[in-house]
């Protein structure tokens, strides 16, 4: 079942102001993106910094006002009051920064049952720290740790925190925003291995955003790949690990380290990624494409199915066959 399906979604910013106050430059962050989470499944989201994982996720949730696009969630369209309510109840983000998204002042216990608060629920004490002490459980931490503070906590329990803070409502979708970029590699291998837990105990569907290609792969069952604000290619993960199909996505992948030495991996594209304030026409690869032709330096390509569950914005992508 299609749990959220984002439809055409832009996101563009303006930037700076010009002596009267009027907006100097836009930059077009998400331009005309389409993406579908289905109910249980975690989407993997890939791209270089900058190509806007973030601005996606946040515009598609919410937290930022959409320039754009639809989403629908369950089918209904979260303009309306109702479906719009529900969904920021069942849809909630955790973030990069466990020391930044955490706010110091507060006890964990309060951090958690905020949201609990926000939406009225809980109210009787008792029966909130009841269910702060079952959530912090399901993080693996201490019910003692509901007093205690953030800076008094690792990285990795802090991310814990935040998840824990993140399933207070019950919700049926977590966007993990780079949820452990900033953690140490073994603590990484943690957050992740709870991750997938926590979704076979409670059904959750993830929109997984990450630099590390591997990662996603072990998260997720379809990846969608960004560049410069578009998604490029969409696919089962394995496939688009193992036999990816647009040319920025055999880039991406090609530059995994490798542990081979004597391996050379892959060749260094042609020049470096265009500024978002001045985008190419035509495909926003083509200038680091080899295999730019004049179609692709005028017509920008759309997102279309090259093969069984297998998407590309490419123009030389055919039936599904590597370039
Ligand atoms: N609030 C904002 N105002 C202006 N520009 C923004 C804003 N937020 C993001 N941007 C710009 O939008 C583009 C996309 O940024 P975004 O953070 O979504 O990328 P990202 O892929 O998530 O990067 P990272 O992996 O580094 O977090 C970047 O050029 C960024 O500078």
Redesign the pocket.
């Known amino acids: 079942m299609e749990l959220i399906d984002a439809r055409h979604i832009t996101k563009v ?1 303006t ?1 700076g102001t010009d002596w009267l106050g009027r907006p100097k430059k836009v ?1 077009a ?1 998400v331009q005309d993106m389409s993406l579908v989470i289905h109910q249980g499944e975690t989407v993997g989201l890939v ?1 270089e ?8 996720a946040r515009t598609v949730l919410g937290l930022y006002g959409k320039t754009g696009g639809t989403v629908l969630y369950k089918g209904r369209d979260t303009r309306d009051l109702a479906a719009g309510e529900l969904y920021r109840r069942q849809v909630q983000m955790i973030f990069q920064d466990p020391y930044s998204s955490l706010d110091p002042r507060m006890t964990v216990e309060e951090i958690i049952s905020e949201p609990l608060r926000n939406y009225h629920l809980c109210a009787d004490g008792r029966e909130r720290r009841k269910r702060v002490a079952g959530l912090l459980n399901q993080v693996d931490l201490r019910a003692e740790a509901a007093q205690r503070y953030p800076h008094e906590f690792s990285g990795g329990q802090r991310q814990r925190v935040g998840i824990a803070r993140a399933l207070a409502l019950e919700p049926e979708c977590i966007f993990c925003d ?1 949820p452990i970029s900033a953690l140490d590699v073994s603590v990484q291998v943690q957050i992740v291995n709870m991750l997938r837990r926590l979704q076979q105990e409670l059904g959750l569907s993830y929109l997984f955003i990450a ?1 590390d290609l591997t990662m996603v792969h072990h998260m997720s069952r379809r990846i969608g790949v ?1 560049y410069l604000g578009r998604l490029v290619e969409l696919g089962p993960g394995s496939e688009v690990f193992c036999r990816p199909l647009h040319p920025y996505t055999q880039l991406l992948i090609a530059s995994v380290p490798r542990p081979d030495p004597a391996d050379p991996g892959a060749p260094d594209a042609a020049g470096e990624v265009p500024s ?1 304030l001045e985008l190419p026409a035509g495909c926003v690869f083509h200038p680091r494409c080899p295999y730019a032709n004049q179609r692709c330096r005028t017509e920008t390509p759309v997102l279309r199915q090259v093969g069984a569950d297998r998407f590309a914005a490419c123009h030389q992508v055919q039936g599904g066959d590597a370039l």
């Open positions: 910013f930037v930059l962050a791209g910094s900058g190509c806007g994982k973030s601005t996606f780079e630099h960004m978002p």
